[in-house]
């Protein structure tokens, strides 16, 4: 997108360049419960909260995270909306298989996801993606765009330009992964890179807990978890190969979209933000003071523009 047709874009969005202003909000810790339900053979973990007969969000998280990520939102929104948090295979508390039981493919984690909707009974949902989550729900969402009532966005890219410079390295991996291997150990999955993915280019690194990237380095380290992981990043190459596809859908379908963007992110840059507005105009983009893991430093943000997102969907349907 270039400067020019930015300033149009601009117009038409509602966009922030810092944080939301704060607003009093309900904590809600005493819906939150956390299962684990048999698909296809794994055990599939997730958390759940609030009224089961209010509007439901899924919430899919990213790599090398988990539903843990989604922890510090549910009780600010437990109040009214009725919130699915699932750990993919091969992820936090659900089933790790190695590679030669289960395809760890981004078409295996969405169908895992679409089943898990299935046996919850869940057949109408908004979507929440952050990074991993948005291959994952852009499939569903193409499978099933019935049920699918709205997005947010979070750091999810569906565009090349959304792609930082760090991916160079990553191509290369993709084009000769015996050979490239230790780079991309190096790039993605060490521990400098996993400290690096949360703090990036903020100017207030004092702000973020050390136990997150602590937490998910010993996640990576886990037996195992180098050949799930890296059997499953050689399988991204295929949602940059499905942009085309997504962006389509967002065309042609023009679901109701949030973004919410932490433009310190050392993957993703803000122009993957911005792009969106290429395929769905009257979508909103937030740009703010945060990184990949944007509820790192803007928890209170994020709420405050999901419950307004929200309560006008609620509006809208009335």
Not at 18 to 30: E, G, I, V
Not at 172 to 193: C, G
């Amino acid at each position: 997108m270039n400067a020019s047709s930015l300033l149009v874009v601009s117009a038409a969005l509602t966009c922030m360049s810092s944080n939301a202003p704060a607003q009093t909000m309900t904590f809600n810790r005493q819906s939150i419960s956390y299962h684990s339900v048999e698909i296809e053979g794994l055990d599939i973990f997730y958390r759940e909260a609030g009224p089961a007969h209010a509007l439901t969000v899924l919430l899919l998280h990213g790599f090398p995270s988990s539903s843990r990520m989604w922890e510090p939102l549910l009780p600010v929104l437990a109040d009214k909306y009725h919130l699915i948090a699932p750990d993919y295979p091969g992820f936090g508390h659900s089933s790790a298989p190695s590679p030669s039981g289960f395809e760890y493919s981004f078409d295996s984690l969405a169908r895992v996801m679409d089943e898990l909707t299935t046996k919850l009974g869940i057949t109408n949902y908004v979507l929440f993606m952050q990074d991993y989550g948005g291959p994952v729900g852009f499939r569903m969402a193409l499978a099933h765009p019935e049920r699918v009532r709205a997005l947010v966005i979070q750091n999810a890219v569906a565009h090349e330009q959304g792609l930082s410079p760090l991916w160079e390295a990553r191509r290369k991996y993709w084009a000769d992964p015996a050979r490239e291997l230790a780079n991309l150990k190096t790039n993605f999955t060490s521990f400098e890179a996993t400290r690096q993915r949360h703090i990036g280019s903020s100017p207030h690194p004092d702000r973020y807990d050390p136990d997150t990237w602590t937490d998910e380095y010993a996640f990576l380290t886990r037996p195992g978890q180098a050949d799930i992981q890296t059997t499953l990043f050689l399988d991204y190459r295929t949602n940059v190969a499905s942009y085309p596809r997504w962006q389509n859908w967002l065309r042609t379908v023009q679901p109701p979209t949030m973004v919410v963007w932490g433009k310190y992110d050392p993957s993703f840059t803000v122009a993957g933000a911005t792009a969106y507005a290429c395929e769905v105009p009257k979508c909103e983009i937030h740009i703010l003071e945060a990184g990949h893991f944007a509820l790192d430093e803007a928890t209170d943000a994020i709420a405050s523009l999901v419950r307004k997102f929200l309560a006008r969907l609620d509006k809208n349907k009335a």
